[in-house]
């Protein structure tokens, strides 16, 4: 059985930086593609990023240069550090899986993990 | 910059059918990506309730349809119940931005 399991979320100063992960069960994070996708309080689905298998990680434009997606295979697990956080990027992240990089579905989701960005 | 659009809520009687659009455009829908919908229930992630335009994953009553033509997709839901109140969200890709996701707007249906 797939499963996904964010932890930490938490309270965290504008401008100030935080590492969230995503630990994976029932298949391996390195063969297949990963997700982030949060949703502001009240709010609709955004895109955070996708990293493909062969490591690749694309970004959307409104964390491009302060989000950063990593990958440990020995822990199957996907991280995803913020900096420079800012109030806008309060919300819940999901870790998702999918099997590819273009029009696939996130298959798979997580519980997800509250950031809250305030002073 | 690129969008899908979706109605803000849709409601209807238990047992009525209702349909959900989704409308993009050239760029992401109307290039011939697949669509994909999600339901997210009341503090709860977002499931995959149909992948590429008509297809159900294990699981999923055959009450959830989905359709896709030009630039536009639908969700239909037959038979409402009480149960289906819950956020639904459309999914593609854009290639107007290299790896670029794109979700829905996002639709409340709220069952009578």
């Known amino acids: 059985e797939v499963q996904l399991v964010e932890t930490g979320g938490g309270l965290i100063q504008p401008g100030g930086s935080l590492r969230l992960s995503c630990a994976a069960s029932g298949f391996t994070v390195s063969s297949d593609y990963m997700g982030w996708v949060r949703q502001a309080p009240g709010k609709g689905l955004e895109w955070v990023s996708t990293?493909?298998?062969?490591?690749?990680?694309y970004y959307a434009d409104s964390v491009k240069g302060r989000f950063t997606v990593s990958r440990d295979n020995s822990r199957n697990t996907v991280s995803l550090q913020m900096s420079s956080l800012r109030a806008e990027d309060t919300a819940v992240y999901y870790c998702?899986?999918?099997?590819?990089?273009?029009?696939?579905?996130?298959?798979?989701w997580g519980q997800g993990t509250l950031v809250i960005v305030s002073s | 910059q690129s969008v899908l659009t979706q109605p803000p809520s849709v409601s209807g009687a238990p047992g009525q059918r209702v349909t959900i659009s989704c409308t993009g455009n050239s760029s992401n829908l109307g290039a011939g990506y697949d669509v994909h919908w999600y339901q997210q229930l009341p503090e709860a992630a977002p499931t995959l309730l149909i992948y590429?335009?008509?297809n159900r994953p294990s699981g999923v009553p055959d009450r959830f349809s989905g359709s896709k033509s030009g630039t536009s997709a639908s969700l239909a839901i037959t038979g409402l119940q009480a149960e289906d109140e819950a956020d639904y969200y459309c999914q593609s890709y854009d290639s107007s931005l290299t790896g670029s996701v794109l979700f829905g707007t996002g639709t409340k249906v709220s069952v009578l």
């Open positions: 998702a899986r999918t099997y590819c990089g273009g029009d696939c579905p996130f298959e798979n």
């Open positions: 590429a335009n008509t």
């Open positions: 990293t493909y298998s062969n490591g690749n990680t």
